[in-house]
């Protein structure tokens, strides 16, 4: 039966990356909207948690502005898929024509003095689309893949984003992942990775919207050890005025400031908590695109009142 799900899994992606990108794009993304709806409708874990994070985030919301943020987080979540079926499709001019850049100078300038560039990015928007961007117009892109099941799912988003003109390592199962970004940093790449949700037990513990939460050290960690920039990213949609079609946005941050004083752990949480601060006014701004469909909050992973000891939470 796992198998079973598997090649279905497979079947459904390669579907998706097939049929979608042969429907006229309105209807395509009218089709991802009812999809959308008819998931929040049904609700489901996914959804559960969506709600659950967003209430963290906006705790000022009655139950019928959490209920219209929920279906509106759902649109901006399938609409990522929608495009990433559609993006292999897209010229680089498509693509720019999509894309809003704010606070880049700061980053053109490092890369065109030869430097690397780590951006420490939440799941936000379209970071997919934002890196076929980054890596045309900014210079290339190298960043990190999660390994997803099964492993042809995996591979499918491995060969699409390389597709784009990424170089994409996995997280697990590939050798040392820390030391193979480590290695691209010394030449003048832009490294995207998402650490707005740890994925080992090595991630940092920062204050994220008013809760205590975890995320990866890997960025902090890296451009302590290169010399190399370090910014918060942001990226959200926005309508464009007179149409049913959305832009993207992305925002760099300002650069994040390294300690002068202090051990290299805690210039590393010191840093982190900068980028969380970052993210974390974003996502109050922009709730709806934040694609958060897992446990983030460290209060919603410890053991409940109303849980019998030792049967702890699982993600």
Not at 276 to 301: K, N, P, S, Y
Request: charged fraction near 25%; charge should be neutral; glycine fraction near 10%.
């Amino acid at each position: 039966m796992s198998r079973l799900g598997d090649v279905l899994a497979v079947t459904g992606y390669r579907l998706g990356w097939g049929t979608v990108r042969r429907l006229p794009e309105r209807t395509a993304y009218a089709a991802f909207d009812r999809i959308a709806d008819l998931t929040v409708a049904r609700g489901g874990k996914g959804v559960q948690r969506l709600r659950s994070n967003y209430a963290k985030a906006r705790p000022e919301l009655d139950e019928a502005a959490l209920d219209a943020l929920v279906r509106a987080g759902m649109r901006s979540y399938l609409r990522y898929y929608c495009e990433a079926f559609r993006l292999p499709d897209r010229s680089a001019a498509d693509v720019a024509a999509q894309v809003r850049v704010v606070g880049d100078d700061a980053v053109r300038a490092e890369l065109g003095a030869g430097r690397p560039v780590v951006c420490f990015l939440g799941h936000l928007g379209n970071w997919d689309l934002a890196g076929a961007w980054g890596t045309k117009a900014l210079g290339h892109v190298v960043t990190v893949a999660e390994r997803l099941k099964p492993e042809e799912v995996y591979a499918e988003f491995l060969e699409f984003r390389e597709s784009l003109g990424m170089t994409i390592l996995p997280l697990t199962g590939g050798g040392d992942v820390f030391a193979q970004l480590r290695g691209h940093l010394a030449s003048p790449v832009l490294m995207p990775l998402l650490a707005d949700r740890d994925l080992t037990d090595r991630g940092i513990e920062v204050d994220l919207l008013g809760h205590r939460s975890k995320m990866a050290a890997g960025p902090a960690a890296l451009a302590l050890g290169s010399g190399a920039a370090l910014h918060p990213v942001s990226i959200h949609y926005e309508p464009v005025p007179g149409s049913w079609r959305h832009g993207l946005v992305i925002t760099f941050h300002d650069r994040v400031q390294v300690p002068t004083t202090g051990a290299t752990r805690a210039k590393a949480v010191a840093m982190t908590q900068q980028c969380a601060d970052a993210l974390g006014d974003a996502i109050r701004e922009h709730t709806q695109d934040w694609h958060m469909l897992q446990r983030v909050f460290l209060d919603d992973l410890e053991p409940r009142a109303d849980r019998p000891a030792g049967a702890g939470a699982t993600s």
